[in-house]
């Protein structure tokens, strides 16, 4: 019987996305089921790692169920998630120590500053390409390890595993058998040598980690496993990637100096620069693009922790509006945003900045501002935090940039993607996938099986493409975007301590 689908998984930080896709790389169907978000204290956020994986297995029922799927048609299972997000957990019983700690968590913002004041910070971003921050995994780690009882110990005698989201859902999938995840996930704990492709001992003893607590480090494209954890529906288990990694794949970024920007929770644009890894000197992170056929392909990233989760918060906290098809509408109804700017700081600002003690901030009120003008700001942040990103990209990689591939849901508001091209001034391109972290899987676990003969075959594939070009006059954007950097350095520079700042002077 010919294998006509392949199974993709995309567990993301605010819920799960089941798929099935054909050769012609469409998504026939999706389902989609939200997970609960904890927070626990100010600057805290956990997901329950047994609810995520309940959510995985029943969404494969359902979707196989209601499509009249025969199994025996389904080629392989692809996963793609939320990076940095950590789980440990009991190798015996299978059950989490603690609550999965989300890359958004801050709660290990002091131990990070510490870490940093003991002189640390270069040796972590020399091995590791990233920052001392509480964003990636390792601080998360030894912060459970260090406080929930008796884990420590059992982490000693090698009775604990850890794992990023993949290998957690791996791990259960195949029953326990396989502890495993791929080099794109391994490279954002700070405990993985991007450079000899290794877990780093000294990086373990920093963090106090040991050893016997990883997983196997293996190519994405490699088949991890068999599941034997689902009702008659036995499956390899290939296309491992992080999600950011996977759309920079998903937007066909397979050439150097190719950029894309994933819009969710957060932000991340990625630039493709090819399998020689190029060291950032002013807050990007040097990180494992895609590893797949037995070749490592490096990017320059910019992390922004907030970009759809303000407007979320806008809608949901400050109940300014109902839909985000109102929003767009609410946007577009004011010709100015009247010098009002959101400052998005809810978990500190992450590149070029890089400052977890930063607080969120509205500036600019006045008794003309309204709801609109609150509304456009939250948008505006968006862009002009991915401005911020792509001129350190620019610098660093002295590559003349053309245009922007976007991915995520929030591509779909046709205000923020004009004035996304106004801003930057570069064509803003997206396709007819809203959401393509999971394609990068897809293409990946195809061509590890053979469900698509080469990368060719994939590039080939057949997608529409929406694009926007630059209509703002210059003038005016870039006196938007001046005053957004005026206001966002003025609180830095007002923080009592400026010791791990990392100031973007234009």
């Known amino acids: 019987m010919s294998k006509d689908y392949i199974l993709a998984i995309d567990q993301s930080t605010s819920g799960t996305k089941v798929k099935l896709v054909n050769k012609k790389g469409e998504i026939i169907t999706k389902k989609v089921k ?71 968590c801050r709660r290990t913002a002091d131990d990070c500053k510490e870490l940093k004041d003991q002189g640390f910070e270069q040796l972590v971003n020399e091995k590791t390409g990233l920052t001392l921050d509480p964003y990636f995994s390792a601080t998360k780690v030894k912060w459970i390890l260090d406080h929930v009882e008796g884990a420590r110990a059992k982490a000693e005698k090698g009775e604990l595993l850890l794992g990023t ?29 991007i450079y000899d492709l290794t877990w780093d001992y000294e990086l373990l003893e920093i963090f106090g980690i040991p050893f016997t607590m990883l997983p196997e480090v293996k190519f994405s494209n490699e088949i991890f496993g068999y599941t034997e954890d689902l009702t008659d529906l036995v499956l390899p288990i290939s296309g491992i990637i992080g999600d950011s990694h996977g759309a920079l794949l998903g937007q066909m970024c397979f050439e150097e100096g190719m950029i894309k920007a994933t819009y969710g929770t957060g932000s991340s644009l990625m630039m493709n620069t090819g399998k020689k890894p190029i060291k950032s000197t002013e807050g990007l992170m040097t990180t494992i693009a895609y590893a797949f056929d037995g070749t490592v392909h490096y990017a320059l990233e910019g992390i922004i922790h907030s970009t759809g989760d303000t407007l979320k918060w806008v809608k949901d906290n400050l109940g300014l509006f109902d839909s985000f098809e109102e929003a767009e509408k609410m946007a577009i109804s004011i010709k100015d945003n009247d010098g009002v700017y959101i400052i998005p700081a809810f978990l500190g600002l992450g590149a070029p900045y890089w400052n977890p003690f930063i607080k969120a901030s509205i500036s600019g009120i006045t008794r003309r501002t309204n709801k609109c003008h609150i509304v456009r700001a939250g948008m505006e942040s968006i862009v002009y935090q991915i401005k911020d990103v792509i001129e350190l990209m620019h610098n660093e990689a002295k590559i003349k940039l053309k245009e922007l591939r976007v991915d995520g849901g929030p591509t779909k508001n046709e205000f923020l993607m004009q004035f996304q091209a106004d801003i930057l001034g570069l064509t803003v391109v ?11 899987a897809v293409y990946l676990a195809g061509i590890g099986t053979g469900f698509w ?5 994939v590039r ?19 006196k938007y975007y001046s005053e957004w950097q005026s206001t966002i350095h003025s609180i830095i520079e007002s923080l009592p301590n400026k010791a791990n700042h990392n100031l973007v002077t234009k």
């Not at 195949?174 to 996930?185: L, M, R």
């Not at 003969?453 to 075959?457: A, G, K």
């Open 430 to 440: 997206k396709t007819n996938v809203a959401e393509l972290s999971s394609m990068g």
């Open 165 to 193: 989201v993949d290998s957690w859902l791996i791990w259960k999938l195949t029953n326990g058998s396989v502890h495993a995840t791929d080099y794109t996930n391994a490279s954002r704990t700070l405990l993985f040598n």
């Open 34 to 104: 939200e997970h609960q978000q904890y927070y626990p204290e100010a600057g805290w956020c956990e997901h329950d790692p047994i609810e995520i994986y309940q959510n995985v297995k029943s969404l494969l029922g359902e979707l196989v169920e209601s499509k009249g799927i025969d199994i025996n048609t389904i080629n392989v299972l692809s996963i793609t998630n939320q990076r940095e997000t950590i789980v440990v957990w009991d190798k015996t019983t299978g059950l989490p120590v603690y609550n999965a700690i989300v890359w958004q």
């Open 453 to 457: 003969d080469s990368i060719d075959v």
């Open 460 to 478: 080939n594939l057949n997608y529409s493409q929406i694009s926007y070009s630059t209509k703002m006059d210059e003038t005016l954007s870039a």
